[in-house]
Every structure is written in structure tokens, then in C-alpha cells.
């Protein structure tokens, strides 16, 4: 038996979004964008997360805090939009290890928030777990996709 309580919960989450958040360092290569768009789209698909909504930040540097899609992306976790993130690599949120560690250690189980990651291999094993390797956060990323 559902309540009316649950149904509420249950309607809440469903308007949720999945926030695919994409960024280059080198602006005007919207090419690799759209790269980056289009199969995290089809992973998100794959993986039957629901209700995508685009996050990109062109020409960043992923140790730029102030990504000004980065920082919408996390205003919108603040007011408890967001139950998902995919990204395709760790470091399109973050290059250095205490900026993503406290993002996946504290703002992610805060939020109740399902984190992502293409090439890292990361899925949530079970609601809001996630088990991280940081190890190539150490290492430049040589290729963006």
C-alpha cells in the first residue's frame, strides 16, 4: 500500500534530474562537447537513468571552481534537483584529489546523489555507496574525448 506520504516521495525523486556535466579545457571545440554529449547520453540511456539535463563548460580548466556550469550544476544539487551525475572522467568535475574526494565523500551522500563515470568504471553499487579509485587524478589527462 502506497500512502499518500510515499507517493509524494515517489514524485519528488521521478522530477529529479540525471545532470550530465561535460567540459574541455580549450574553448571552441565544440566537437569534443558534443563528443562527450553523445555518449554520455547514450550511457545515461543505457544505464536507465531518467530525465537528462545538459551541464557544459567550454574552455574551463577543471581546477577553475568557478565553472560557471559547474556552479549551476552544484546550486542545482543544493535545492535537491539532482539524484544523478555522469560524467566521463573524474577529472571533468575536478583535477585535483581533495576537491573530488570531498565532493564524493560529503556533497554527494548529502544530496543522496548517484555519481557516474564512463571511463572510470563508477557506478553506485548500492543507493548512494561508491567505491573510488583517485589515483588518476594524479596523472594529466592526455586526451580529451
Request: charged share 20%; hydrophobic share 35%; net charge neutral.
Amino acid at each position: 500500500m502506497v500512502t499518500a506520504g510515499m507517493e509524494a516521495i515517489m514524485n519528488r525523486q521521478s522530477n529529479k534530474i540525471t545532470a550530465i556535466y561535460t567540459r574541455i579545457d580549450y574553448p571552441g571545440n565544440s566537437e569534443c562537447i558534443q563528443r562527450q554529449e553523445q555518449a554520455l547520453r547514450k550511457y545515461a540511456e543505457k544505464m536507465g537513468l531518467p530525465n537528462l539535463a545538459f551541464y557544459s563548460d567550454d574552455g574551463y580548466n577543471g581546477a577553475d571552481p568557478g565553472r560557471p556550469y559547474f556552479q549551476r550544476l552544484l546550486n542545482d544539487i543544493k535545492q535537491g534537483k539532482v539524484e544523478n551525475i555522469v560524467v566521463h572522467s573524474l577529472d571533468r568535475l575536478y583535477r585535483d584529489y581533495m576537491s573530488i574526494s570531498q565532493l564524493i565523500d560529503e556533497l554527494l551522500p548529502k544530496w543522496q546523489i548517484n555519481l557516474y563515470s564512463l571511463r572510470d568504471h563508477i557506478i553506485p553499487q548500492s543507493p548512494h555507496l561508491l567505491a573510488v579509485s583517485y589515483t588518476h587524478l594524479t596523472l594529466p589527462t592526455k586526451l580529451e574525448v
